[in-house]
């Protein structure tokens, strides 16, 4: 079916009870083929989640001018990475797409113009967390992109345009890392449980205290906390889906962390469920 004709289609986004939102600490790739407590954490939150009908991810790794979301019945498993394993570059997740969320997500947002994609596919911020909650693989997924020409009040404004998604079955998921410098990264100690550059503790523990505290003001404005968070996020791309999940609590909901771990000093895994208190 063409895209055209799928806006005269009857529209199978229903309404469903709220569903939860998430924020995904993706970390290292290579994540997608191990056994760890990062990956279990996936896996224990999964068993949460009631089924949704799709998801809506917001990736790091999908930076464009202007937003857009894939639009194609298949989406590529996108490899977006080098210098690792063959395994990794072997492993595919055949997800289906959805048409028809990326329109009624073009038509939900009002405030800027939604463009759809045919020439992107599924990241590795996408695949590789998404693999552990779904194994199948047999939830449809589109994916949105980060305008990176905007600044994080726009993105935070634009999360909240997707609320009503929630209320038709699909799980928005941000993935990125909230503390993200590769730079600065210890590789000989990636496995070194609890190893962190001090800055990277104090920024952990003030974007927690933050989150819990609903005060979304000050995380939309890190650039103004402080040396430690310029040095946790020296670009917005990882950072910025997390703004987009936590755009999405309601007055009755809370937040609630997990996956809380730095790995080789500058790298956090911390990962987030906003649903009903």
């Keep these: 079916m063409q895209l055209s004709s799928l806006k005269t289609a009857t529209n199978p986004f229903s309404p469903t009870e709220r569903m939860p939102v998430l924020f995904l600490g993706h970390g290292n790739p290579m994540n997608a083929l191990t056994n760890n407590s990062f990956t279990q954490g996936f896996q224990q939150m999964a068993k949460t989640l009631p089924k949704p009908r799709a998801i809506l991810c917001i990736s790091a790794h999908w930076e464009t001018k202007g937003t857009f979301v894939t639009a194609m019945q298949k989406p590529e498993t996108i490899h977006d990475f080098g210098g690792f394993p063959q395994a990794l570059f072997d492993v595919q997740y055949p997800a289906p797409g959805s ?4 329109l009624e997500t073009q038509k939900l947002i009002t405030s800027t ?3 759809l994609s045919n020439e992107w596919g599924l990241d590795h911020g996408c695949w590789t967390v998404l693999k552990f909650l779904y194994p199948n693989a047999e939830i449809p997924i589109v994916e949105m ?4 020409t905007k600044p994080t009040s726009y ?3 634009l999360g909240k345009e997707l609320a009503a998604l929630r209320r038709k079955g699909v799980l928005i998921v941000g993935s990125g890392n909230s ?7 210890a590789w000989d100690k990636m496995m070194l449980p609890g190893y962190a550059y001090e800055w990277a503790h104090i920024a952990n523990e003030k974007i927690k205290k933050m989150i819990l505290e609903n005060d979304h003001q000050s995380l939309i404005n890190f650039d103004k906390q402080g040396r430690e968070f310029q040095l946790a996020v020296p670009t917005p791309e990882h950072y910025i889906p997390m703004l987009y999940t936590l755009a999405l609590r309601e007055k009755d909901e809370k937040a609630t962390v997990f996956n809380d ?3 080789a000093g500058s790298l956090n895994m911390l990962s987030i469920k906003i649903d009903k208190a």
């Design 113 to 115: 113009s939604i463009g």
């Design 99 to 102: 048409p028809e969320l990326a």
């Design 155 to 157: 993105h935070y404004e």
């Design 145 to 148: 992109s980060i305008d990176y």
């Design 261 to 263: 771990a730095i790995v």
């Design 179 to 185: 503390v993200h410098n590769l730079q600065l990264a």
